[in-house]
């Protein structure tokens, strides 16, 4: 839904269907949703790719307004049955050459093979970007592969201005014009793991400088990544790196103990819904005094094998907890006894914390020292303010999808 | 196209259905499934999930688990493991598209599952195609037909006795919605044996058979009121005790009418009176909206029609009223 004036189009069967449909009512962006319904004849008869050129035709004929483009969605069952995409696309683009068909999987049967559905959408969405080599502005930059637009407190909105860098995101722009203006960036900079794949291709395609500054709670990986940045931006008046980054620094360390202060020995869970780091997390709040005793996940990221040989070696008492395991199912707490701040939807749910930070894949946070000074401060303002997690979790589209369902 | 929807979100599909009916019983449900497009279940069907647990899960199927023919021995072997520490009362297996694709066989892992875990199980045949009638239909039917006992010793003589049949959020919402139905036909001296499945264990299921009379609240129940006439002769009736129709309900439970509603909507619109010229559409589950429907004419004197876009509503509607195949159709009607 970020791209302007695009139309998504989902080719499914029913029990895939629903969640997506009312994922979209809740979003208040039916208008902007249709659907070709997959039955078992489909199947049998083998006319899959038929029903799917028909059904996007006659949904594109009825819209009142053309869309600039088509997000057309396929999913398990047309990679399984062997479906030929390509002839789908090709007679849709025949028949609606103003049209732009990016192509999106909705396939969670391939999320542990090769690039998975969220990397495969995030790379579908810059597909249709392209620029003229004399539109090409060396002194923009690109920032994309997250859902969320940075805050504006953010590092890199700091910094890059302050190098002369002009910033573009998707999430500010309005019209399909806009969003084709992202692809005139010198410079195209992903800062969410799973956005790295399409982004990386993005650059490449167009023959761009590629940045990957992931997210991070660790001041030193911060700081390596920043100055990667500032070398790479070549700022025009030499100005120093290092005086701000201590700056930074100083205003996380302060963050952090006010935090601390106000939080003191309550025990606190993390999980992965919350940030892609949450060992990164759980590390730098072991080190500033904060008692955290859980991290729910499910696997741990490469980007964060030095974080878990660090809580390992230094904090063995630390839980790591499966949310998928079957008998997770009942070990979960209605009503938590004792008062635990929760950072993420998980961890609120498992623990039946009220107290907890309610915010999926980063957010805005992913700005480098700023992101950790921002946690502290949602940190807090999570211990001091009750939370209803019944009203909150359970609506998947609700507020701009927030929920880690 | 008739296949192809811009305004009308569809309903929920056979597996929600299975796992719905079958939510407050106990047992372990597991969906072979790679997991993403069922968490509409999660996210979308369900209301009870903190208010009661329930072991449902999803068996994460892999592509390369779907090609290799769904990699049963790892299936298993994953549900005997989780069986083995959460003891469920019965293992029902739900399959979706992929499954359905490459055939895999249910009732054999099923069978498979029964004799090595010692538990209950069997396969409801769900492919994620049909709507949730179906599929809580299926659900509840095989619970009728494993779980209620052959012979009952003390079944006679259990006069205006009945079980609701058909109760899921799906269509009634939170469980007061179902006590209210409850409510309504007691004050017309009915007592209710069992609910499938609001509020009722498994056990409670299992005294069916002691009921002198089916109710059939929506056509969830039809299925299961058919199998348990088949084990005992019990007869059935079909139709919504809401308040408005609770004592019309409990007429026709004494005379044995089948379905009130459609004999009702047909008087009433013959005899075309008081405000008859208007047209009430009402589109929906044909149980509960039939019963909804008749309450419409007999009070107000309106007449009405239903659109009804499940699969299996024939014989639940009038001669008025239209089952709908998709969105164009609709629209046409």
Redo the contacts between chains.
């Keep these: 839904m970020l791209i302007p004036e695009a139309h998504q189009i989902y080719v499914c069967a029913d029990n895939c269907m629903r969640g997506v449909v009312l994922t979209a009512a809740e979003m208040h962006a039916e208008d902007r949703f249709s659907f070709v319904i997959v039955e078992e004849q489909n199947l049998l008869n083998g006319d899959l790719e038929d029903l799917t050129i028909e059904g996007t035709a006659d949904l594109i004929r009825k819209l009142k307004k053309m869309p600039k483009a088509i997000l057309l969605f396929t999913v398990c069952i047309h990679h399984f049955i062997g479906c030929d995409l390509e002839r789908i696309y090709r007679e849709l683009e025949e028949q609606f050459p103003e049209i732009t068909f990016l192509r999106c999987y909705m396939d969670p049967i391939m999320q542990k093979h090769g690039p998975t559905p969220d990397q495969k959408l995030r790379k579908a969405m810059y597909e249709s970007l392209d620029s003229e080599p004399d539109k090409m502005d060396t002194k923009q930059i690109s920032i994309l592969g997250s859902d969320f637009a940075l805050d504006q407190s953010s590092d890199l909105k700091e910094l890059l201005p302050k190098a002369g860098y002009t910033v573009r995101e998707l999430q500010s722009c309005r019209t399909w014009e806009e969003y084709k203006e992202l692809g005139n960036a010198g410079t195209f900079l992903c800062c969410y793991p799973s956005g790295k794949y399409g982004i990386e291709l993005l650059a490449k395609r167009l023959d761009r400088t590629f940045l990957y500054l992931p997210l991070s709670f660790d001041y030193e990986e911060i700081k390596k990544e920043e100055e990667i940045l500032w070398n790479t931006l070549k700022p025009e008046d030499n100005q120093e790196l290092l005086p701000w980054i201590e700056k930074k620094i100083s205003l996380c360390e302060a963050a952090l103990e006010h935090t601390r202060q106000v939080i003191g020995n309550t025990p606190i869970a993390i999980d992965y819904t919350f940030h892609p780091r949450p060992l990164g997390l759980a590390k730098l709040l072991l080190t500033h005094g904060f008692n955290v005793e859980t991290v729910y996940l499910d696997s741990i990221s490469p980007e964060e094998k030095e974080a878990f040989a660090w809580l390992k070696e230094k904090k063995p008492e630390l839980e790591l907890r499966s949310t998928v395991h079957a008998k997770m199912r009942l070990l979960h707490e209605e009503h938590a006894t004792d008062k635990i701040l929760a950072i993420g939807q998980k961890a609120a749910w498992f623990t039946g914390s009220r107290y907890f930070v309610n915010l999926v894949q980063g957010a805005g946070l992913q700005g480098g020292f700023d992101g950790i000074r921002r946690t502290a401060e949602l940190m807090e303002e999570a211990f001091s303010e009750e939370k209803d997690p019944k009203t909150l979790i359970v609506k998947k589209g609700w507020g701009g999808c927030t929920s880690c369902i | 196209?008739r296949?192809?929807?811009?305004?009308i979100?569809?309903?929920?599909?056979?597996?929600?259905g299975v796992c719905s009916a079958l939510y407050e019983l106990g047992g372990m449900v597991v969906i072979h499934d790679?997991?993403?497009?069922?968490?509409?279940y999660?996210?979308?069907?369900e209301i009870r999930?903190?208010n009661q647990?329930?072991?449902?899960?999803i068996s994460?199927?892999?592509?390369?688990d779907?090609v290799m023919g769904g990699n049963d021995e790892k299936f298993l072997s994953?549900i005997k493991?989780?069986a083995g520490?959460?003891h469920p009362k019965f293992i029902a297996l739900v399959s979706?598209?992929?499954p359905?694709?490459?055939g895999t066989d249910f009732p054999a892992l099923a069978k498979v599952l029964e004799t090595e875990t010692g538990i209950p199980a069997f396969a409801v045949p769900t492919?994620?195609?049909?709507?949730y009638v179906y599929g809580a239909g299926k659900a509840l039917e095989e619970i009728a037909r494993r779980f209620v006992p052959e012979q009952m010793e003390d079944r006679n003589g259990s006069e205006r006795t009945v079980n609701l049949l058909g109760a899921t959020p799906l269509d009634f919402g939170p469980i007061s919605k179902v006590e209210e139905l409850k409510k309504n036909l007691e004050q017309y001296e009915w007592k209710v044996i069992s609910t499938w499945a609001m509020e009722d264990s498994l056990e409670d299921l299992a005294q069916a058979g002691k009921a002198e009379m089916n109710l059939v609240i929506s056509s969830v129940g039809l299925r299961a009121a058919k199998m348990l006439k088949e084990k005992y002769g019990t007869p059935y009736v079909i139709g919504t005790p809401y308040k408005e129709y609770a004592e019309r309900i409990s007429e026709a439970l004494e005379k044995r009418i089948q379905i009130p509603a459609i004999e009702d909507r047909r008087r009433e619109n013959l005899q075309g009176t008081g405000n008859s010229e208007k047209i009430i559409t009402l589109i929906g589950e044909p149980v509960t909206i039939g019963s909804l429907a008749a309450i419409i004419e007999r009070r107000y004197h309106y007449k009405t029609r239903i659109l009804c876009p499940l699969e299996n509503a024939e014989g639940l509607l009038g001669e008025h009223d239209l089952k709908i195949c998709?969105e164009e159709e609709m629209e046409n009607a």
Aim: with cysteine; glycine share 8%; proline share 5%.
């Design positions: 196209m296949q192809a929807y811009r305004i979100p569809i309903y929920t599909s056979d597996v929600s790679p997991s993403g497009c069922n968490s509409t999660n996210t979308h069907d999930w903190y647990d329930s072991l449902i899960f994460g199927l892999t592509e390369i779907a994953d493991e989780a520490e959460l979706s598209p992929i359905f694709m490459n492919n994620g195609m049909h709507d998709g």
